[in-house]
C-alpha cells in the first residue's frame, strides 16, 4: 500500500502561484511513477502533469504547459506541482496519484493509489 498526502492548496488571486506537495509512505517512492490530477465539479478528472521514477521525463498538459512544473525529490519522498500564473479556469481539487508502470501514465485507471485531494480556487 501507498499513502499520498496532499498539501499546499488554497485561495489565490489570478496571476498568483501556488505549490503543492505530496509526501508519500509505504513503498520505495523511486519506483513509482507520480501523477497530478484536477477534478472541477461536474467534470471528469483530468491528468495535469507525470513523472517518471526518476525524475528525468515529465509530462505536462497543453492546458497547463509553460505554468506548472512537476518535479520530485526521491531522497525526501515527495511530489511537487509548481503552479505560476494561475487562472479561474485551474480551481478544482487536485489529486497527487502513484502509478507502478514504469512508464508515464495520464490516464486514470494507470495509477493504483491516490491522495485525498487539495483544493486550490483562483479568484478574477
Known amino acids: 500500500q501507498v499513502q499520498l498526502i496532499e498539501s499546499g492548496g488554497g485561495l489565490v488571486q489570478a496571476g498568483g502561484s501556488l505549490r503543492l506537495s505530496c509526501a508519500a509512505s509505504g513503498r520505495p517512492f523511486s519506483r513509482l511513477t507520480m501523477g497530478w490530477f484536477h477534478q472541477a465539479p461536474g467534470k471528469e478528472r483530468e491528468i495535469v502533469a507525470a513523472?517518471?521514477?526518476?525524475?528525468?521525463?515529465?509530462y505536462v498538459a497543453d492546458s497547463v504547459k509553460g505554468r506548472f512544473t512537476i518535479s520530485r525529490d526521491n531522497v525526501k519522498n515527495t511530489l511537487y506541482l509548481q503552479m505560476n500564473s494561475l487562472r479561474p479556469e485551474d480551481s478544482a481539487v487536485y489529486y497527487c496519484a502513484a502509478s507502478s508502470w514504469s512508464t508515464i501514465a495520464t490516464m486514470t485507471p494507470y495509477y493504483n493509489y491516490w491522495g485525498q485531494g487539495t483544493q486550490v480556487t483562483v479568484s478574477s
Open positions: 513523472i517518471s521514477r526518476s525524475g528525468d521525463t515529465t
